[in-house]
Structure formats: structure tokens, C-alpha cells
């Protein structure tokens, strides 16, 4: 089991920057794939970011390309979304996810986070 818990949710205004952190405990997340998803009020969960184990390999949804930035940190088990020039369409829940194989797709994800709330004001 992998227990994954996101911080680092809150409002902020359009433009501004936000990082969120995903803690992992519970077997190591040497074999996992990492990603990020959100979800807004009436929509699907979406896929935004994953990175590969070893960082190396990492995809982004176009919605968010050149303005987020997803990495990881194996040695502290820790995932973070770095989340520049928000937009009042990020607003959503953001969730962590680990998954193995790789993959970018919600219904193939392994293990999910409990959530963190991001709202973006105009």
C-alpha cells in the first residue's frame, strides 16, 4: 500500500504561482510513476503531469505545458506540482496519484491522494 497525502492547495489570484507537495508513505515509490490530476465542479478528472521514477521522462497535458512543472524527490518520497501564471481554469482539486506501468490515464492509476483544493480568482 501507498498512502499519498497533497498540501500546498489555496486561492489565489490570476497569474500568481503555487506548489504543491505530495508526500508518500508505505512501500517505497521506487517502482511507481508519479503523476498529478485535477478535477473541477461538473468535469471528469483530468490528467495535468506525470514524471517517471527516475525523473527522465516527463509529460504534460497542453493545457498546462510551459506553465507547470512536475518533479520528484525519491530520497524525502516527495512529489511536487509547480504551478506558474495560474488561470481561473486551473481551479480545481489536485490530486497526486502513483501508478506503475506509466501511463497518464485515470482509470490506470494505482494509488490516489486524498486532494488539495486550488482556486484562482480573475
Known amino acids: 500500500q501507498v498512502q499519498l497525502v497533497e498540501s500546498g492547495g489555496g486561492l489565489e489570484q ?3 504561482s503555487l506548489r504543491l507537495s505530495c508526500a508518500a508513505s508505505g512501500r517505497t515509490l521506487s517502482s511507481y510513476a508519479m503523476g498529478w490530476f485535477r478535477q473541477a465542479p461538473g468535469k471528469e478528472r483530468e490528467f495535468v503531469a506525470a514524471i517517471s521514477w527516475g525523473g527522465g521522462r516527463t509529460n504534460y497535458a497542453d493545457s498546462v505545458k510551459g506553465r507547470f512543472t512536475i518533479s520528484r524527490d525519491n530520497a524525502r518520497n516527495t512529489v511536487y506540482l509547480q504551478m506558474n501564471s495560474l488561470r481561473p481554469e486551473d481551479t480545481a482539486v489536485y490530486y497526486c496519484a502513483a501508478s506503475t506501468p506509466y ?5 490506470k492509476v494505482n494509488y490516489w491522494g486524498q486532494g488539495t483544493q486550488v482556486t484562482v480568482s480573475s
Open 14 to 16: 490570476a497569474g500568481d
Open 103 to 107: 501511463n497518464t490515464a485515470p482509470s
